[in-house]
């Protein structure tokens, strides 16, 4: 792995400063044509990653010790403003920011230094292993068994809708240590080679035409002790923290991809003649309203982080607020294109190379992953509001 080679004192300038500099080098360093084929693309974006990381132009938020930039949360916001308007090609995996604000709370000094600059430099890709057949919104009924022998676990069992699962290098995954019965208090969280022998991966083709999802099978498979985050049969706050720092992520992230997405279809709007319609205008006032109170919802999680250490309760508001914003968005979008609208990429006559229908395809999931949309608003209801527990939920 490359060294990082320079550093820059962030206070030594103003914010003005600091975005012209973070704009100068996206501009500078542009990546270039996004390739078509998937195994050239996943290449792309390694590379440049790699390139960010070696100039230290990665990681905003996370610790300069552990190879990221350690701005402040205004400079946070700056940068991820940038790096919108430059199209900066997302991260491959989900390690970045579910699994690595884990291991830097809970994982040992050996296990930061091991995983978290590969991690961010995209040396290697990571992806969570929480869902099951019959353990997704319910997570603790997940059966996947770890057996320790020696100085190994033998784990045993599937995984499903695993996003990356066919790219990852490495699995964060959540086991079975304890009995069936013991629910959270027998969870571990173990880190698992994607190349160990008795991992089989099978691909599982979605509604977009692409594979981004896998299942996972778990046969006899050897993982070290070494590997386990945390304690045995203690692994159910990890999670926690993993899936609070996920929606946390996904706010910032999201809250500035779709300033820049609005304001392309705002273009589009005025391309095509379409200002002066009361409806649209009506539309693109509410959307407006709400991709602003996404950046003020997203900045109350950022704010729990920095002031006790984890995103809290909010990062569900934030997610069910963002899920319903994109599709409704990308429907609209379809709808104002009219028969334009349904034209798939690939034909001359797709508007922008057909972005919105695909957008739209693609939202469906949106209140299904990362945990439905019933689960948010149950969160919502019991930390947030204070509401008794839902009686349909499993005990704890």
Sequence with gaps: MAQQTTSVDHDAETDDEFRARIRRWFAENAPGRRPRDPNERKAWVRAFHASMYDARMTGPSWPV?????GLSFARQVIYQEEAARARVPSPLGTGLGIVAPTIIKYGTPEQRERWLGPMLRQDLI??????????GSDLPALR????????MYIVNGQKVWTTHGSDADVFFTLV???????????????IIDADSPGITVRPLRDITGAAHFAEVFFDDVEVPVDNRIGEENEGWPLVRTSLGHERAAGAMNQATNYRRILDELIDLVRERGLGSDLIIRDRIADFEIRVRLMKYNASRVINDIIVRGEPGAASSVSRLFITMFEQELHEFAVEMLGADGIVTRGSDLAV?????????????????GAGTSEIQRNTIAEQVLGLPRDPAMPAR
Excluded at 126 to 134: A, I, T
Excluded at 176 to 190: A, D, H, N, P, V
Excluded at 352 to 368: D, V
């Design 65 to 69: 010790e552990y190879g990221g930039m």
């Design 176 to 190: 079975r240590t304890g009995t069936q019965e013991s629910r959270q208090k027998g969870i571990t969280y173990l």
């Design 352 to 368: 922008q190379k057909g972005r919105w229908l695909m957008g739209f395809i693609a939202t469906r999931a949106s209140t299904i």
């Design 144 to 151: 996947t068994t770890a057996r320790r022998e020696g100085d």
């Design 126 to 135: 990571w992806c969570q292993g929480y869902s099951e057949p019959g353990a």
